[in-house]
């Protein structure tokens, strides 16, 4: 199998468990689904409230498509 720089940052981003107070979900969906799933987070959990956001994502072979939402744990 052929290694990439990106698969090696990928690898090495799951191991690492960031301390900054935010609560992440990553999802792989096929395109609209995955739309969808960000614009329902996005209700959910509102920007003003919760600093939410798409944290990254990627386009991956198959056409799924892999993101990362983030937001933090409680409101204040």
Do not use: H, N, Q
Not at 22 to 37: M, S, V
Not at 38 to 54: I, N, Q
């Amino acid at each position: 199998m052929v290694m990439r720089p990106r698969d090696l940052a990928s690898r090495m981003a799951t191991r690492r468990k960031p301390d900054d107070g935010y609560l992440r979900e990553t999802f792989t969906l096929p395109r609209e689904i995955a739309r969808k799933r960000a614009r329902d987070f996005l209700s959910r959990y509102p920007k003003a409230a919760y600093m939410s956001a798409v944290e990254s994502w990627r386009e991956l072979p198959g056409g799924d498509i892999e993101f990362t939402m983030r937001r933090l744990a409680s409101a204040d």
